[in-house]
């Protein structure tokens, strides 16, 4: 039996957006976006592949984007720890001891995190496109942003592109938002940009408050202890899955994470940027994706 269910979830005085597609009787797949991305961002392709391959998906909206709710940051400013806990609301709301955890970008930090301080919910642990969860970016963005060298001890930072798409300043709005995820797809698979439109009008279409999802980045910046927990504890068998032209974490990023975790797999996507718009490159990702 298929099933297909939306439902609403608790995390505590939040209410979680989230939708299981698939036989609830098999393992389940936790898929965990990225920054400031709602649950449909993950593709319908992907989900039936993962579908195909003898899993349930559950796909869900972060807090502050969707149809999940929205917090007052200022009053009640929040960690990807507390995003994290959000994903055991999640798993909790379904009866799930355990699941298969996928996450993409900040996403993969909160998977990260899940592996380190939830180890016996995560099954696996797939991260995509992301780079080490406690990894102080600020003083590789600051040099990056005065137009100084890279510090070659340090990871890379971000594309000249990305940056300069930052420093333009564009109005907030579709067209920016396409720009931008041309930036993220990368300079070698073909850019879907109907794909992409069809994409950002769905989740402007399911928001109430546009941008609130701009509280996840200050959720990234913000520091936590638990953030600096090592990643040589995760016992979870693990995959890094990372693109060769990843704009935002240069593969060096994928290279340390695979170096920091016992036993993890690196699997290099050439081609891949930071998104899955490319056409098939949904389906080639998810059969990467551990279970």
Not at 85 to 109: E, I, N
Not at 240 to 253: E, R, S, T
Request: proline share 9%; hydrophobic share 45%; aromatic share 6%.
């Amino acid at each position: 039996m298929v099933d297909l269910r939306e439902r609403f979830v608790a995390s505590g005085p939040l209410r979680i957006w989230t939708e299981r597609i698939g036989d609830p009787g098999l393992p389940a797949v936790l898929m965990i976006m990225g920054q400031a991305a709602q649950g449909v961002f993950c593709p319908d392709a992907m989900v039936e592949r993962l579908v195909a391959r003898g899993v349930q998906v559950i796909r869900f909206d972060h807090r502050d984007t969707g149809r999940s709710s929205v917090v007052d940051f200022d009053a009640d400013p929040y960690t990807i720890g507390e995003m994290a806990r959000d994903c055991l609301a999640v798993l909790d709301g379904y009866g799930l001891d355990s699941a298969h955890v996928a996450g993409t970008s900040l996403g993969g930090m909160i998977a990260q995190w899940l592996a380190v301080h939830a180890p016996d919910r995560v099954r696996s642990l797939t991260v995509m496109s992301s780079t080490p969860m406690g990894h102080d970016a600020r003083p590789v963005w600051a040099r990056a942003w005065a137009g100084e060298p890279a510090d070659p001890d340090e990871l890379p930072p971000p594309s000249p592109a990305f940056f300069a798409h930052l420093a333009a300043g564009l109005p907030p709005g579709e067209e920016s938002d396409v720009a931008l995820f041309r930036i993220f797809n990368g300079p070698v698979r073909p850019f879907d940009e109907p794909a992409v439109r069809a994409m950002l009008e769905l989740a402007s279409a399911r928001t109430s408050d546009p941008g609130a999802a701009a509280n996840h980045g200050r959720a990234a910046w913000a520091e936590a202890p638990e953030l600096l927990a090592p990643l040589a504890s995760i016992t979870a068998p693990t995959s890094i899955v990372h693109g060769d032209q990843d704009p935002v974490f240069p593969l060096a990023h994928g290279e340390a994470l695979a170096a920091a975790i016992p036993g993890a797999t690196l699997r290099v996507v050439p081609g891949m940027g930071h998104i899955w718009t490319s056409s098939e490159l949904a389906e080639e990702v998810a059969d990467l994706i551990r279970l």
